[in-house]
Structures are given as C-alpha cells and as structure tokens.
C-alpha cells in the first residue's frame, strides 16, 4: 500500500452521441464548449489559490487523469489550456503518470501526437468490442478500423502506456464473441485492460429496452464463464489481474485509479467531480449549464470523514485490489488491528473460503471476487 500520494482528475463531459448504456453525465452540445474550458480553467486556477493558503500550496501531485465524456473529440487548444493551469497551480516536479480517455472515431494524428507532446504518456482507449455488429448494438460511434488506427496512430507517437477498455455480458453476447476480442485485443502490444460488465442503469436506452422485453442478457453462469475467460485469457498472455476488473503487464497498474483504491487524495476539476483532500469530500455541481453560468465553485455534499469512514472506506477499497491490504501499512496508517476488530466477519468469510489471512496481508479469493459486493458490505458498520 502506497501512502500519502495525490492525483488530479479533470472532467471532460462531451460526448459526439450518447452510448445506449451510458448513464455518465455528458454532453454533445459543442457550442457550450469554449464556456465550460473557460469555467474548468477557473476553476482550476481558483482551487489552486485555495490550496496554497490551506496547505503551504506544497501538495505534491503524482497523477493526472483527463477523463470523459471523451476528451478526444474536444479542441487541442481547450485540453492544452488546462495542462497549463494545472502546470502553473500545481507542483507537478514529482508527475509520474499522466493520462488522457480518448475514444476511437475521434483520433488522428494531430490530436494524438500533440497529446504526447503535452506530457500525456498513458492512453487509455474506450474500445469496448472489436465485433462491428456488437459497437453498433451498444451504440458506439466507432468501427474495427477505428480501433486499429488509433492504437497505431498512438503507437507510433510514442506511447509506450496504452489501456483499453473491454465489455462483456452485452445484449445477445457470447463466449465466442469475448473470445474472439480478447484475441484481436493480445495481438496489439497493449499494457493494460480494464473490463466492464454491462449494468443497466436507469435512464438508458438499454433500461427502456429491458422494459420493453427487447433487451436480451446472459444469465448469471455465462457472466461467470466470461469472466472465467477473461482472467485465463488474459493471465496466459502476462497480464496480471490487480484489481476486480482490471489487468496490467508488469509495472502498468494504474497509477491513478491505485491512488483512489489506497484511499488517497484526489482533485476533481470540471462538472460532477469530487474532490478529496485532507479528510474533506465534495462534489461538483452536475449540471453543465449551471456550472458555466455559476461565479462560485458550490461544494455540493461536503462532508468531513471520520476516522469510522476512513477505516471502513479503506478495506472497501482495499480488499478491490488483488494484494489486499497490508496489515502493518494498516495499522501504521490507521491505528486498527483488521484482524482483532473484524474478527468475526474474517472467520466468517474464510470459512466459505472468500477470504485469506497471512501474516501481514488480507485479501479475497477468487471465489470472493465472485461474490465481493457480499463481502464487502460485511466490513461495514
Ligand atoms: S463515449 Fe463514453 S461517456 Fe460518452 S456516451 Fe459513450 S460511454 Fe458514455
């Protein structure tokens, strides 16, 4: 467990078309954009204000990530303006990983060399399939050749840093289907993966599908089977599972999404964001058109965390990362023996083997992952 490390996130909420199972909050009405950089540019340089007197403006920053929204289909110039604040706000001596979501169907050459020459020097691609049959289902704007042009295009511009992102367990989806994208997915010399199981969420056009009776899922055990593949898959060709849904070559974990699974700090610039810094947790006003029109940056939800919060959040977090949890980083960082205090939670999931106990570490079995969402809420009080 890494402590004490700091990231940045900047939101990108716009988006060309709306995915049919997207339930982010985004936007494709471009003529907001040069309002919502100009509001997102502010709000950087007035949060960066805030930090120096807080906290002696010394907040080393260790990651940044441009998330989306798909921050490739904005204006160069809008993403390099923010890079700059955040160069100027921000002690970035120590930057070690800094990323941009870019989406197939709205990259070239141009957006992704400059993104290289602008200091990004990890990419992370939404692919989701490979099956042209199956992007079109979900809603996806982009084709096979896309994909391909795009991880070219970035590998060529010297990107050495690349995640994709995979989907399964998606209308009519099928173990050859998977099969079939983990393949063409190993055959391009990426470093990470992150998978995603389809949830319909409210709001979509999958929800009203559903509804409707259109909208036809794997049941549970192929889900099981899916994920089976992937992590066979995967780990025969060197990726290494780190977290419930994500894999890594060696050394290309995520260094941002680790700093939110180690419960570290984070900034959230940009709409709907949440920041947490200092024991203190926020979010951004959600609304796009408020949040251009607003001259203040209203703290919604602020919330002080407790010392109950931090402990429970931690082993939430934690136990999502294939190590677990260290139990002397633990006990140094939070004052808690896991082991005398959850005593009887831990018996209890080592008894149904979701669970395993070291010397120093405490972590889930596979069979847990399978049920984490069971296990975990046993940590809470
Ligand atoms: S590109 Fe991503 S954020 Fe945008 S609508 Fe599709 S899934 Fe949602």
Redesign the pocket.
């Known amino acids: 467990m890494m402590n004490n490390r700091t990231g940045i996130y900047v939101h990108i909420p716009f988006?060309?078309?709306?995915?049919d199972?997207?339930?982010?909050i985004?936007a494709s009405n471009y003529e907001l954009e040069d309002q919502y950089f100009e509001k997102l540019i502010t709000e950087i340089q007035y949060r960066g204000n805030e930090e120096r007197e807080t906290d002696d403006g010394n907040k080393v920053i260790n990651t940044i990530y441009f998330g989306?929204?798909?921050p490739s289909s904005v204006r160069l110039d809008n993403i390099r303006k923010v890079v700059t604040a955040l160069k100027e706000k921000f002690n970035l001596a120590k930057l070690e990983e800094m990323t941009i979501e870019v989406?197939p169907g709205t990259c070239n050459n141009d957006n992704i060399q400059n993104y290289y020459e602008m200091g990004f020097n990890r990419l992370s691609i939404?692919v989701?399939s490979f099956d042209e049959e199956m992007l079109k289902r979900i809603?996806?704007?982009h084709n096979r050749a896309d994909i391909y042009k795009t991880v070219d295009i970035a590998q060529k511009a010297g990107f050495k840093n690349i995640s994709i992102d995979l989907m399964y367990g998606l209308p009519n989806d099928s173990l050859e289907r998977l099969e079939k994208d983990l393949k063409l997915a190993m055959e391009m010399n990426l470093q990470h993966i992150s998978t995603y199981g389809l949830i319909v969420e409210e709001g979509t056009k999958f929800y009203d599908e559903l509804n409707e009776g259109r909208l036809l899922l794997p049941e549970e055990d192929e889900l099981l089977q899916m994920r089976d593949l992937i992590n066979r898959k995967l780990f025969d060709q060197g990726f290494k599972r780190y977290e419930i849904a994500n894999y890594a070559k060696a050394g290309y974990e995520s260094k941002h999404n680790l700093i939110y699974w180690n419960n570290d700090d984070y900034y959230g610039f940009g709409l709907n964001s949440t920041t947490k810094v200092d024991d203190r947790r926020y979010m951004n006003e959600p609304d796009i058109l408020k949040y251009i029109g607003s001259n203040e940056f209203e703290k919604y939800n602020l919330e002080e965390i407790t010392e109950v919060m931090k402990i429970e959040e931690a082993i939430f977090l934690g136990l999502r990362l294939i190590e677990g949890i260290d139990l002397v980083d633990y006990f140094n960082r939070y004052n808690i023996d896991i082991k005398e205090k959850y005593k009887k939670v831990i018996d209890e999931l080592i008894d149904i083997k979701a669970m395993w106990l070291g010397d120093r570490t405490l972590r889930l079995t596979d069979y847990g992952f399978e049920i984490s969402n069971y296990c975990l809420a046993k940590f809470l009080s």
């Open positions: 988006c060309i078309k709306k995915c199972y997207c339930d982010f985004s989306g929204g798909t989406n939404g989701q809603g996806r704007i």
